[in-house]
C-alpha cells in the first residue's frame, strides 16, 4: 500500500491525533497529502530504517482514509459483489478475517489508487491513500447501489513494523501472536477495542491497528514504552517501501499506469480474468484482460545505479551514455540503507526489461549507468503460517 503527496498544496494542513506526540518526541514536521506529519526524528531516516529493519518502529498513518461497506441485506457476499464491480480482486470469496490488496481502475485501465480491502464478517474495511480519499469516497457514493451503505471512518491509524513488532504488540494484546500475514480481526489493545491486521510497508513483519482518535496518544506511548520501538517518519518509510518494492501511488503507479504495467497482476485472480467465473466487469476491463493476455508495452523493473550518487524521480533512462532519446522514467529512488548503495525503480520497455540490461539515467545533465535488477532488493520477512 501507498500513499502520494500529490494535492497537498495550499490548503490548511490538518494534524493528526498524533501530533502532539510527535512534536514532543522532536519530529521535524512537513506538509503530506494534506496533513502535518514527521518526515524523520532526531535520529534520523538512516537510524530509524535500520530500527525498522533490525528491531521495530511506529508510524503514524492516520492520514489515510478508512471507509466501511454494509448490505442492507446483511450479507456480507452482497457487499463484495458491490465493491467488485470497480475492482478487478476477487472480494467474494475473501474469507470472514482477512484482507486484501487491490485498486481502483479507470475506463482506460489506469490506477485510481490502490487500497487494502478487509472482510470483518459483518463489513468491508477498506483502507485507502491520503491524497486520494475524498476522490474515493466519491467514486464509492457515486458508483455503489443503494443495496449497500458507505461509511466514512473517524479512526486514527498506525503501523507497527519490525521483527520485534510481534514482541511489543503481544504485551499488550496477547492474541496478535497468533495472527499471520494478511490476516485481520478485531482485538483489545491495552484495553481499547481495535482493527487489527497483520501486514506492512516495509518488507518486514508488522501491524496496523486502527483505533479511537482518544486512545490514539494512549496506545501509542505504550508501544513505545517498549525498549525495542521507536518512532518513524515518512523519510525511512520510503526507503524501505522502495527496498521492498513496493509501489507508490502518485509515483509509480497512476491514472496512467495499468495494473499489468506495474506488474501487480498478482493482485488479479483468475476470476476475474478471461473466462473466470466473474471475469472483467470492472472499469478499464477491456484493456487490462486484453494485456494479461497479450502483455503491455513497458513495464516496472528494479533499477541499480552504478556508484554512490542517488537517481531520483523523473530521471529519464536512455539506452546511449550520449545522444539517442529517452525509452524509459525512473519514479522513485533513494538510497537504500539496507543495502548500502542507491536503488531505484522505473519504467522501461518490455523488450529491454531483463535483469542485468543496462540504461543511462540524466541526472543534472550527466548521465549515469543503472542496470536492470530483479525486485524486491530487501526480501520481505512475512508471518504466513
Request: hydrophobic fraction near 40%; glycine fraction near 12%; proline fraction near 6%.
Amino acid at each position: 500500500m501507498s500513499d502520494s503527496d500529490a494535492g497537498a498544496a495550499s490548503a490548511p494542513l490538518e494534524k493528526t491525533a498524533l501530533y502532539d506526540l510527535h512534536v514532543a518526541r522532536g519530529g521535524r514536521m512537513v506538509g503530506f497529502a494534506g496533513y502535518e506529519m514527521p518526515v524523520q526524528f532526531p535520529p534520523g531516516i538512516l537510524k530509524e530504517h535500520q530500527q525498522t529493519r533490525e528491531a521495530a518502529g511506529l508510524f503514524d498513518v492516520s492520514h489515510m482514509g478508512q471507509l466501511a461497506i454494509t448490505a442492507n441485506s446483511g450479507a456480507i457476499g452482497d457487499a463484495a459483489l458491490a465493491l467488485e464491480t470497480l475492482v478487478p480482486a476477487d472480494v467474494k470469496s475473501l474469507p470472514t478475517g482477512r484482507q486484501r490488496y487491490a485498486f481502483f481502475t479507470n475506463e482506460e485501465g489506469g490506477i485510481l489508487d490502490d487500497l487494502m480491502i478487509a472482510n470483518l464478517g459483518d463489513r468491508l474495511l477498506l483502507v485507502v491513500n491520503a491524497a486520494t480519499k475524498t476522490a474515493d469516497e466519491a467514486l464509492l457514493r457515486s458508483n455503489l447501489p443503494d443495496t449497500v451503505r458507505l461509511e466514512r471512518l473517524d479512526r486514527a491509524l498506525i503501523a507497527l513494523q519490525g521483527p520485534k513488532a510481534v514482541d511489543a504488540l503481544r504485551k499488550l494484546a496477547p492474541e496478535a501472536g497468533d495472527m499471520r500475514f494478511m490476516d485481520v480481526r478485531q482485538l483489545n489493545v491495552g484495553g481499547v477495542p481495535c482493527t487489527v491486521s497483520r501486514s506492512g510497508y516495509t518488507g518486514e513483519d508488522g501491524f496496523e491497528i486502527s483505533l479511537p482518535q482518544d486512545a490514539a496518544i494512549t496506545i501509542a506511548e505504550a508501544l513505545l514504552a517498549d525498549d525495542n520501538v521507536e518512532p518513524i517518519g515518512l523519510g525511512a518509510r520510503d526507503s524501505l517501501r522502495l527496498e521492498a518494492g513496493l509501489c507508490l501511488y502518485g509515483n509509480d503507479i497512476d491514472t496512467g499506469t495499468t495494473p499489468v504495467e506495474a506488474g501487480l497482476t498478482w493482485a488479479i485472480p483468475r476470476s476475474r480474468r478471461a473466462g473466470g467465473e466473474r471475469a472483467g466487469g470492472f472499469p478499464g476491463d477491456t484493456v487490462i484482460l486484453q494485456q494479461l493476455s497479450e502483455g503491455s508495452d513497458r513495464l516496472r523493473v528494479g533499477l541499480l545505479p552504478e556508484g554512490r550518487a542517488p537517481v531520483r524521480a523523473g530521471a529519464q533512462l536512455f539506452q546511449e551514455e550520449s545522444g539517442g532519446v529517452a525509452v524509459g522514467t525512473v519514479t522513485s529512488g533513494g538510497f537504500g540503507p539496507s543495502l548500502g548503495r542507491p536503488v531505484a525503480m522505473g519504467y522501461v520497455p518490455k523488450a529491454l526489461a531483463t535483469a542485468g540490461t543496462r540504461f543511462f539515467a540524466d541526472v543534472r545533465g550527466k548521465r549515469l549507468p543503472v542496470d536492470v535488477a530483479e525486485l524486491p532488493f530487501h526480501k520481505p520477512d512475512y508471518k504466513r503460517t
